[in-house]
């Protein structure tokens, strides 16, 4: 039986522009989980290179690792700083509620 070789899958060599990683983070948000979100926003800044995104939005390069990996907790300043360092906006709708049966 011969091995199959596999690698990581890594979202950062997938992302082609800006709307994929908006629609990457949009997922995240969706899904609800903090963790989710800081992990997404990592991996997008990997994309778009940490050490510019930690500049533009006045981080440590450092510290932006440990807040944007998915046992981080980043405050929301910090979010919405790296939120704008990647061109990227949030934005708030209502929420969708369930249909109840009647």
Same mark, same amino acid.
């Given at each position: 039986m011969t091995k199959t070789e596999?690698?990581?899958w890594d979202p950062v060599?997938?992302? $082609?522009?800006?709307?994929?990683?908006a629609a990457y983070l949009e997922a995240a948000l969706e899904d609800g989980d903090?963790? /989710?979100v800081a992990a997404a926003l990592g991996d997008i800044a990997r994309a778009k290179g940490m050490s510019?995104?930690?500049?533009?939005a006045g981080?440590?390069?450092e510290s932006l690792y $440990?807040?944007?990996s998915s046992s981080g907790n980043p405050e929301l300043a910090t979010v919405l700083k790296v939120i704008s360092? /990647?061109?990227l906006q949030l934005h708030a709708s209502p929420a969708?509620?369930?249909e109840t049966a009647v």
């Open positions: 596999t690698t990581a060599n997938h992302f $082609k522009d800006r709307e994929d990683m903090p963790s /989710l510019l995104i930690a500049r533009e981080l440590g390069r $440990k807040a944007l360092a /990647l061109g969708v509620e369930a």
